[in-house]
């Protein structure tokens, strides 16, 4: 018995596969298995065509870019604080440094000002949620150096010496 070790088929390869079946309504399943054997130089299983083609996997036909080489897509639990908070980093990064605890903060903020979420819990945007979230959006963290780096520190320090201070006189 030979052990072929698995490997997932990418995004990429079930768009092909379901695109192919909306061009080809007609062919069965062990034809499009075939098809998928030829094009891609490795063999599917019929259940794993079906389960492609089910309505579990309907939005890789709609036309959002993600990216295609990735293994698995999660969905988002909240897409419209995602969106707001997507919009709202590719306006503020030309201006400021974003940090993971901004990006949290506006999480927060959004959640507790966007109509559809005021009945819900509150989630902790956890470290997990915030690595998904920049996966499925594309955005990519960078350290800083330099100087730029000891400017993002220098605005802390400033406040916790603003605090310092209120307690005296001018």
């Known amino acids: 018995m030979s052990t072929k070790p698995r490997s997932a088929i990418s995004v990429e390869q079930k768009k092909a596969l379901r695109a192919?079946?909306?061009?080809?309504?007609?062919?069965?399943?062990?034809?499009?298995s075939n098809w998928f054997k030829s094009t891609f130089q490795r063999p599917i299983a019929l259940s794993s065509v079906s389960e492609i083609l089910s309505k579990r996997y309907a939005f890789l036909d709609e036309q959002h870019q993600r990216q295609l080489a990735q293994q698995r897509f999660r969905r988002e639990h909240w897409p419209e604080l995602e969106d707001v908070l997507f919009q709202w980093i590719q306006h503020?990064?030309?201006?400021?440094?974003?940090?993971?605890?901004?990006?949290?903060?506006k999480a927060e903020f959004f959640w507790k000002n966007l109509p559809n979420y005021e009945d819900l819990e509150m989630p902790t945007f956890s470290n997990g949620w915030l690595q998904g979230f920049q996966q499925r959006r594309g955005i990519k963290s960078f350290k800083q150096f330099g100087e730029l780096a000891s400017a993002a520190?220098?605005?802390d320090e400033m406040n916790s010496i603003r605090q310092a201070l209120a307690g005296f006189q001018p």
Request: net charge positive; glycine share 0%.
């Open 20 to 32: 192919y079946k909306r061009d080809n309504p007609t062919k069965s399943n062990i034809s499009i």
């Open 92 to 105: 503020a990064e030309r201006h400021i440094t974003i940090t993971s605890a901004t990006l949290r903060e």
């Open 153 to 155: 520190n220098a605005e």
